[in-house]
């Protein structure tokens, strides 16, 4: 009998912003090229989850969505629902898809519980059939003292260490280790394997707005993310070109489909009266804006860093301190390694520094010349993983449906 074709369900912490979905749909993207008979699933809460490409292999699942008030605290998108009924709705869905889909591996991106201990149940069940568990972090979680407070009130320690079978670590130790001084035991650091960074190709991830242009003159990339605390970068890029008409380059402005609707309509008034500036909301396809840019001015998060790496742009990075201090812990220890120049958020009031800074990325040293060995080995890694993982699954219930699954592929790889 034919062995059936591996799946993978990921869940995408997406609260806040378009990183865990943006990480987790590359990682997808990956696992089916390898293996284009892969099929894989992703669960996630993010309203723009369906503006994005994927493969024919991947689809989605996009369970209600929440809106982040603060760390930690959240608000149903939906006003006519408690929290509680939505977190008992997006727990049942996720349950009941895991329990239909039937995967091989299901990857749980960054919150070991997910949003409020919603994929708690799923672990469980899913342990009982064999599944692989594994829980993806990216390089940066927090500084030590705050994981360890945030991980204990979540009760995420001993889903670490009783529930998941690996840990992949998107990123490298040099840049920075998240299990490092959070007290976890010997046996989690035996699960936990260091991927390197997840490279990013110019191919569109989705449809790209027709009031960015991007077979024009050269122009530097401003990118908030989500956008939803990116007004402080907006603002001092405006500043920059408002009061140095000097700087010399184009300026493009992705203000984040996340920002605050009246921010977007005061920087869209700023930017009309900019000759050398251009703004739009969103953009799904990052990728070619990005390969053509001239440099790169941008927030610290772990997506902009990877793209930064695999586009190979000068860069400078305003990394953000609050409510976590990810962005500054990357952005700094990038920075001492010759990959980036950083602003401080404390500088905003500084005009000039911006404009400076912009001026001088043409001459600013490229990310690649800094050669840190492995560090966009990333994804080549993770579906290395994955198809030994898989594997060892099948081969504890059937022999033959491994031996199948470890044939020589066939098809476009």
């Known amino acids: 009998m034919k062995a059936r074709s591996p799946r993978v369900l990921i869940y995408s912490h997406d609260t806040f912003g378009l990183g865990h979905l943006r990480r987790c749909r590359v990682i997808a993207q990956a696992l089916v090229a390898h293996r284009p008979e892969t099929a894989v699933l992703i669960v996630a809460g993010s309203p723009v989850v369906g503006s994005f490409n994927y493969p024919p292999q991947v689809d989605f699942i996009r369970?209600?969505?929440?809106?982040?008030?603060?760390?930690?605290?959240?608000?149903?998108?939906?006003?006519?629902?408690?929290?509680?009924?939505?977190?008992?709705?997006?727990?049942?869905?996720?349950?009941?898809?895991?329990?239909?889909?039937?995967?091989?591996?299901?990857?749980?991106?960054?919150?070991?519980?997910?949003?409020?201990?919603?994929?708690?149940?799923?672990?469980?069940?899913?342990?009982?059939?064999?599944?692989?568990?594994?829980?993806?972090?990216?390089?940066?979680?927090?500084?030590?003292?705050?994981?360890?407070?945030?991980?204990?009130?979540?009760?995420?320690?001993?889903?670490?260490?009783?529930?998941?079978?690996?840990?992949?670590?998107?990123?490298?130790?040099?840049?920075?280790?998240?299990?490092?001084?959070?007290?976890?035991?010997?046996?989690?650091?035996?699960?936990?394997?260091?991927?390197?960074?997840?490279?990013?190709?110019?191919?569109?991830?989705?449809?790209?707005?027709?009031?960015?242009?991007?077979?024009?003159?050269?122009?530097?990339?401003?990118?908030?993310?989500?956008?939803?605390?990116?007004?402080?970068?907006?603002?001092?890029?405006?500043?920059?070109?408002?009061?140095?008409?000097?700087?010399?380059?184009r300026a493009k402005i992705l203000l984040g489909p996340f920002m605050d609707s009246q921010l977007q309509t005061d920087f869209q008034e700023r930017v009309k009266r900019l000759e050398e500036v251009d703004a739009v909301t969103f953009a799904a396809s990052i990728e070619p804006l990005f390969e053509r840019a001239a440099g790169v001015v941008a927030m610290g998060g772990y997506n902009t860093f990877c793209e930064i790496l695999s586009f190979d742009k000068p860069a400078v990075v305003v990394p953000r301190r609050q409510p976590r201090l990810e962005q500054f812990i990357r952005a700094s220890r990038a920075e001492e390694l010759g990959l980036l120049r950083t602003l401080s958020e404390e500088e905003h009031g500084d005009a000039s520094a911006m404009a400076g800074a912009i001026r001088s990325l043409p001459a600013q040293a490229l990310p690649n010349t800094a050669a840190v060995p492995g560090i966009l080995a990333g994804l080549d890694r993770i579906c290395e993983l994955t198809d030994r993982l898989i594997a060892d699954r099948r081969s504890s219930s059937s022999p033959k449906a491994a031996d199948a699954y470890r044939a020589p592929k066939t098809g476009t790889a």
């Not at 929440?66 to 760390?71: E, P, S, Y």
């Not at 996720?94 to 299901?106: N, R, V, W």
């Not at 976890?184 to 191919?203: C, I, M, N, P, W």
Request: charged residues 30%.
């Open 63 to 249: 369970v209600p969505g929440v809106v982040k008030l603060g760390a930690d605290t959240y608000a149903p998108s939906n006003p006519g629902l408690s929290l509680e009924a939505l977190t008992e709705i997006r727990a049942a869905i996720i349950e009941k898809t895991a329990e239909i889909f039937d995967p091989d591996l299901f990857l749980v991106d960054k919150e070991p519980l997910g949003m409020r201990g919603e994929v708690g149940p799923t672990l469980k069940a899913l342990k009982g059939r064999g599944t692989r568990l594994v829980l993806g972090l990216r390089d940066v979680m927090d500084e030590p003292s705050r994981l360890v407070e945030e991980w204990t009130r979540k009760e995420a320690f001993q889903a670490v260490e009783e529930d998941y079978d690996d840990i992949w670590v998107y990123g490298l130790p040099q840049i920075c280790d998240p299990l490092a001084g959070i007290g976890v035991s010997a046996a989690v650091r035996d699960k936990a394997v260091f991927t390197g960074y997840l490279h990013r190709q110019d191919e569109p991830s989705g449809a790209l707005p027709d009031r960015i242009r991007i077979d024009e003159r050269p122009y530097v990339l401003v990118t908030t993310g989500g956008g939803g605390d990116g007004a402080m970068l907006v603002d001092w890029v405006l500043r920059a070109y408002e009061r140095h008409g000097d700087i010399g380059v």
